[in-house]
T-cell receptor, first 114, second 116 residues
């Protein structure tokens, strides 16, 4: 069966520090991978998606970047965090082309920038 | 463009039915989804409906789709305290047309509170 792992669960980082959040998927090949951010009291905003190794698409301009060094690994990074980067970050995956049954989400990382 | 709207809050007495409403804008959506988020957790897929269906029932959950009005609703019968959560509506949009991948656009979520 497929599982998705996301870590860390919580993170408190000072302004200007770097960030690295990791997400891995097991039990499937060539998944589509996604990073979402959920700000307090707001919905989910799609940040990045990837349909293959090294293929990253950005939905919104921002202080963050994403990389996919391996088929089932998706990393969200920042060189210098801003206060506005605080939020709940969710990684998700879906099967490759033709999948119509939604996404499977990780358990999320709550990031607080202080 | 895609836009999904939901009410932010809903309070329901235990044992009553809850109805959570959603409107979406993209008429080409093939699937529409309901996700549940419990406190501090990720999103869990509750149910989905194909765009050529009007209704789907799954135990206590009933999904109604009015494609003409682009209106989706989730009815939870006999609401229990364990149903307290944020419920997200989402529509699918084709991400890359030649690969058939989809992108989900989520609403803001409706926080369902159960009154004892």
């Amino acid at each position: 069966s497929q599982t998705i792992h996301q870590w860390p669960a919580t993170l408190v980082q000072p302004v200007g520090s770097p960030l690295s959040l990791e997400c891995t998927v097991e039990g499937t090949s060539n998944p589509n991978l996604y990073w979402y951010r959920q700000a307090a009291g707001r919905g989910l905003q799609l940040l990045f998606y990837s349909v293959g190794i090294g293929q990253i698409s950005s939905e919104v301009p921002q202080n963050l970047s994403a990389s996919r060094p391996q088929d089932r690994q998706f990393i969200l990074s920042s060189k210098k965090l801003l206060l506005s980067d605080s939020g709940f970050y969710l990684c998700a995956w879906s099967p490759p082309a033709g999948a119509d049954y939604g996404y499977t989400f990780g358990s999320g990382t709550r990031l607080t920038v202080v | 463009g895609e836009d999904v709207e939901q009410s932010l809050f809903l309070s329901v007495r235990e044992g009553d039915s809850s109805v959570i409403n959603c409107t979406y804008t993209d008429s080409s959506s093939t699937y529409l989804y309901w996700y549940k988020q419990e406190p501090g957790a990720g999103l869990q897929l509750l149910t989905y409906i194909f765009s050529n269906m009007d209704m789907k029932q799954d135990q206590r959950l009933t999904v109604l789709l009015n494609k003409k009005d682009k209106h989706l609703s989730l009815r939870i019968a006999d609401t229990q305290t364990g149903d307290s959560a944020i419920y997200f509506c989402a529509e699918s949009v084709t991400l890359i047309s030649n690969f058939g991948n989809e992108k989900l656009t989520f609403g803001t979520g409706t926080r369902l509170t159960i009154i004892p």
